[in-house]
């Protein structure tokens, strides 16, 4: 059993950089993912960042790609906030032994934190 915990700064300015952390209870052994989502206010839920630790790889969404880095330790590094990132992040992780094609599949995400606001003001 995982359990996951967001936090970071909850308000910043456009341009800023901020890091959201994923604190999560033990959990290691099989490969499985770890990724990042957010619901911006009037939108769906996406997913934004993801990281297999069976390869150690990474993937983005296009909005994010070069701005935001997750890590292996589950935290997300905002660079250069727009005020379109305003939105409520969420840590997200599969149970164990998860192939690197579970990492696209949000239904395969089975632990979630509770999810942190971040407000960006222009």
């Known amino acids: 059993q995982m359990q996951l915990s967001e936090s970071g700064v909850g308000s910043v300015q456009a341009g800023a950089s901020l890091t959201l952390s994923c604190v999560s209870s033990?959990?290691?052994?099989?490969?499985?993912?770890m990724a990042w989502f957010r619901q911006r206010p009037g939108k769906e839920r996406e997913r934004i960042a993801t990281f297999y630790t069976g390869t150690q790889s990474t993937s983005y969404v296009d909005d994010v790609k070069g701005r935001f880095t997750i890590s292996p330790d589950r935290s997300l590094q905002m660079n250069n906030v727009e005020v379109e990132d305003t939105a409520v992040y969420t840590c997200a992780a599969t149970r164990l032994q998860a192939s690197h094609r579970d990492c696209w599949l949000e239904y395969k995400y089975f632990y979630w934190g509770h999810g942190t606001q971040v407000t960006v003001s222009s």
């Open positions: 033990e959990y290691r052994g099989a490969p499985f993912c």
